[in-house]
């Protein structure tokens, strides 16, 4: 099965607080590539980063970090000191092929809410 | 470069009206999609197009049309709207059609149907 699964619905936190957002996926795929984005109140979705199977190299930039581990198949997404303007919805994407020729499909998991209080 | 835009941002439409929710991109993209949004599904693709005049279908086809006159347009239109269709709708667009690009999306078509 393809499948990505974001187990948290919902989460609150007070300003200034370290904030991880899990993910974890299902793919029978050997290349594969996870995407985040972000879907602030305003109802846009904002690209964050896309990391392929064979990189399993950390990422941080500025207040964000990823951490990939095919060995769990998660790619977590820590917020270090969230601020109020970090609070949207972020979702967890797995782009894997569909059939025998090279289409492909955005897998999408349902998305973490959150919500980052003063 | 003002990236993927769509029109309108927001509609309301009767049971049966039609209506074609527009998509443009102007990076010059090959591959671009139409996914909906609905609370407690997640996104889900309709259709997509891996160059102009070639397109197929999503998970969730049934109700829509799509066509891919030229690269930077892909409408999309609902032939006899129901309240099923009601729904945000996102257009996206990539480079290519290779699964490691990144798709960028518009800003969402908010559509209510009575």
């Known amino acids: 099965a393809q499948k990505v699964t974001q187990a948290q619905t919902e989460i609150s936190v007070v300003e200034k607080e370290d904030v991880t957002l899990d993910c974890v996926y299902e793919?029978?795929?050997?290349?594969?590539?996870l995407f985040w984005y972000k879907q602030p109140p305003s109802g846009e979705l904002v690209f964050l980063i896309r990391?392929?199977?064979?990189d399993e190299q950390n990422e941080i930039s500025g207040r964000y970090s990823w951490n990939f581990q095919k060995s769990t198949s998660s790619f977590n997404f820590t917020i270090t000191a969230s601020q109020v303007v970090d609070s949207a919805v972020y979702f967890c994407?797995?782009?894997?092929?569909?059939?025998?020729?090279?289409?492909?499909?955005?897998?999408w998991g349902l998305g973490t809410s959150l919500a980052v209080n003063p | 470069n003002a990236g993927v835009t769509q029109t309108p941002k927001f509609q309301v439409l009767k049971t049966g009206q039609s209506m074609t929710l527009q998509c443009a991109q102007d990076?010059?993209?090959?591959?671009m999609s139409w996914y909906r949004q609905d609370p407690g599904m997640g996104l889900r693709l309709i259709h997509y197009?891996?160059?102009?005049?070639?397109?197929d279908q999503g998970e969730v086809p049934n109700g829509y049309n799509v066509s891919r006159s030229t690269t930077e347009d892909f409408p999309l239109r609902l032939l006899s709207a129901a309240p099923s269709q009601t729904s945000v709708y996102f257009c996206?667009?990539?480079?290519?059609?290779?699964?490691?690009?990144?798709?960028?999306f518009g800003p969402g078509t908010r559509l209510l149907v009575l």
């Open positions: 996206a667009s990539s480079y290519s059609s290779y699964q490691g690009e990144t798709q960028y």
């Open positions: 793919t029978r795929d050997t290349t594969y590539y």
């Open positions: 990391r392929n199977s064979f």
């Open positions: 990076m010059n993209h090959e591959y």
């Open positions: 197009s891996v160059g102009a005049g070639i397109t």
């Open positions: 994407a797995l782009s894997a092929t569909v059939n025998a020729g090279n289409n492909r499909k955005l897998i």
